[in-house]
C-alpha cells in the first residue's frame, strides 16, 4: 500500500510537470501563432496557400527592412479604395493618420470623397503578406529609385499580381517613385498592356512613357521621409518683411551647378544677403535642429534657389511653395533617360510647367545678379502679393492632382468593374 502511494505522487507530480510544460508553452508561444493565423486570415477567406507564400516571404523580406517611400495603397470595390502614400494621403488628399507618432510600425487613415470610401495604410510593419487585403482595388506606392529599393519593389508588385490571379484583388494601380535617369523599365512587365496586373501607373520625374491614358505623370512633392509637415499659412508668413532675399540649405557636389552657384552668390556679395548652408555630403536624416533651421530658411526667404541635382526636380521645390518663398529653378535638362513624351514638349518639369506655376525659371545660374538685384527694388507690397499668388496656385495644385487621381482611378476602376 505505502509503495502505491508513493507511486500515486509520482504519477501526479509527473502530470503536474507536463501540464507546467504545456501551460507555459502556449503562454509564451501560442499567442504570437495566434497573430500570424489572424493576419493571414484578415488577408482573404479561402486564402490557405497564403502559409506557403508566407514561408517564402519570411526569407526574403523583414518589416523592419521595407519602408517603400511610406507606401500607400487603395482599395476600391464598391466605392471603396485603399492606399499607401504620405505626400499622397496628408498632402494631396489632406487625410489624416492614427497613431500621429510617426514612428509607429503601422498608421491607417480614413477618407469620404465623393462616392468614395479611401483607406490608407503605411509603415514598416505593412510589407507583403502581412497586411489586410479587404478591398477588391489597391494603389501601391513604390520606390523604384535604385536598385535595392527595386528588388523590394518586385516583390509588393509580384505578391500583388498573384491575388489578382487568384481573384482576390480586382483592379492595381501604382505611384512610383521613379529613377532620377527615368531607367524604369524593370516595372515594364508588369503594366497591363503587356501582360501584367498594374492598369494605372503614375510616374515621378519626366518619363517619357506618359500618355495620360495608362502612365501619367506625378510630382516629387516634399520629403515626408524626413517628417515635412504640412505647412499651414498665417498672417506672418504673408505679411512680414523677410530678412533674407534668397535660401539654399543643401549639399553642394563637385564639378556641379550648384558649386557654380555658391562661386556666384559669393562674387557679388551676394551670399551675405541669404541664407546659405552647404554641406558636401548628403544626410539622409533630418535632426530637429536641422530640420527646423531648413524651415526656417524658407520661411525667412524670400526666394528658395533649387539648382538641379541628379534629376532638375527637387523637394526643395514644393517644400518653398509651403512657406510661400518663390522657387528659383535651374530649367535645364539632367543626364538619363528623360525627357518629352508624347502628351508634353516641354521638359523638363512638365507637369509643373503645364499647371502654370509662378516660379523664376532660369537656364543658367549667371542671371541670378540680375534677379536679385531686381529683387532688393520690390516693395513688401508687391512681395505680399506675390506670396498670395504662390500660396494659392500651390493649393489649386494640389487640389487640382486630388481630382485628377480620383478620376482617372474611378473611371477605369469602376468602369472595368461594370465592364
Known amino acids: 500500500m505505502r509503495l502505491t502511494r508513493k507511486r500515486l505522487c509520482s504519477i501526479l507530480i509527473v502530470l503536474y510537470c507536463l501540464f507546467s510544460i504545456y ?21 482573404r477567406k479561402g486564402a490557405a496557400p497564403a502559409r506557403e507564400r508566407r514561408g517564402r516571404e519570411q526569407s526574403t523580406l523583414r518589416s523592419e527592412e521595407w519602408n517603400p517611400w511610406e507606401e500607400d495603397e487603395k482599395s476600391e470595390q464598391k466605392h471603396r479604395l485603399q492606399i499607401l502614400s504620405l505626400y499622397l494621403w496628408e498632402h494631396i488628399f489632406e487625410g489624416l493618420l492614427e497613431p500621429t507618432d510617426v514612428t509607429a510600425q503601422r498608421r491607417e487613415g480614413n477618407l469620404v470623397v465623393g462616392r468614395t470610401h479611401y483607406s490608407f495604410i503605411t509603415g514598416p510593419a505593412v510589407v507583403p503578406g ?11 506606392v513604390l520606390n523604384g529609385r535604385e536598385k535595392a529599393k527595386v528588388f523590394y519593389a518586385t516583390q509588393w508588385l509580384l505578391y500583388a499580381q498573384n491575388l489578382v490571379q487568384t481573384q482576390k484583388l480586382q ?21 497591363k498592356r503587356n501582360g501584367g496586373s498594374v492598369e494605372l501607373l503614375f510616374i ?13 505623370q506625378w510630382p516629387l512633392g516634399v520629403t515626408t521621409y524626413r517628417n515635412f509637415p504640412v505647412v499651414e499659412a498665417n498672417w506672418s508668413m504673408l505679411h512680414n518683411e523677410r530678412p533674407y532675399l534668397c535660401n539654399f540649405v543643401g549639399t553642394i557636389y563637385e564639378n556641379s551647378s550648384r558649386q557654380a552657384l555658391m562661386n556666384i552668390l559669393k562674387q557679388d ?40 541635382g541628379v534629376n532638375t526636380e527637387c523637394y526643395r521645390i514644393y517644400e518653398a511653395c509651403s512657406y510661400g518663398s518663390v522657387p528659383v529653378v535651374e530649367d535645364v535638362m539632367t543626364a538619363g533617360s528623360c525627357g518629352n513624351s508624347s502628351v508634353y514638349h516641354n521638359a523638363p518639369l512638365q507637369l509643373l510647367k503645364s499647371m502654370n506655376a509662378p516660379f523664376i525659371f532660369i537656364k543658367n545660374w549667371k542671371e541670378l545678379p540680375a534677379i536679385l538685384e ?7 507690397q508687391e512681395k505680399i502679393q506675390r506670396r498670395k499668388r504662390l500660396l494659392h496656385w500651390y493649393q489649386y495644385f ?5 481630382m485628377r487621381f480620383i478620376n482617372i482611378v474611378e473611371s477605369s476602376f469602376l468602369k472595368n468593374n461594370k465592364g
Open 23 to 43: 501551460a507555459a508553452y502556449h503562454v509564451f508561444f501560442g499567442r504570437r501563432r495566434r497573430t500570424q493565423d489572424a493576419s493571414l486570415r484578415g488577408l
Open 171 to 191: 483592379h492595381l494601380a501604382v505611384v512610383l517613385l521613379g529613377n532620377e535617369h527615368c531607367n524604369n523599365e524593370w516595372i515594364n512587365q508588369f503594366l
Open 204 to 216: 515621378i520625374y519626366d518619363s517619357p512613357w506618359i500618355n495620360n491614358m495608362d502612365v501619367f
Open 374 to 380: 531686381k529683387e532688393k527694388t520690390i516693395i513688401l
Open 130 to 140: 502581412y497586411f489586410s487585403v479587404d478591398e477588391n482595388n489597391v494603389v501601391l
Open 269 to 308: 556679395g551676394n551670399d551675405k544677403l541669404c541664407w546659405v548652408s552647404a554641406r558636401e555630403q548628403w544626410q539622409p536624416q533630418e535632426t530637429n535642429e536641422s530640420l527646423k533651421n531648413y524651415q526656417d530658411a524658407l520661411r525667412q526667404s524670400d526666394l528658395t534657389l533649387c539648382p538641379a
Open 398 to 402: 494640389k487640389a487640382e492632382l486630388k
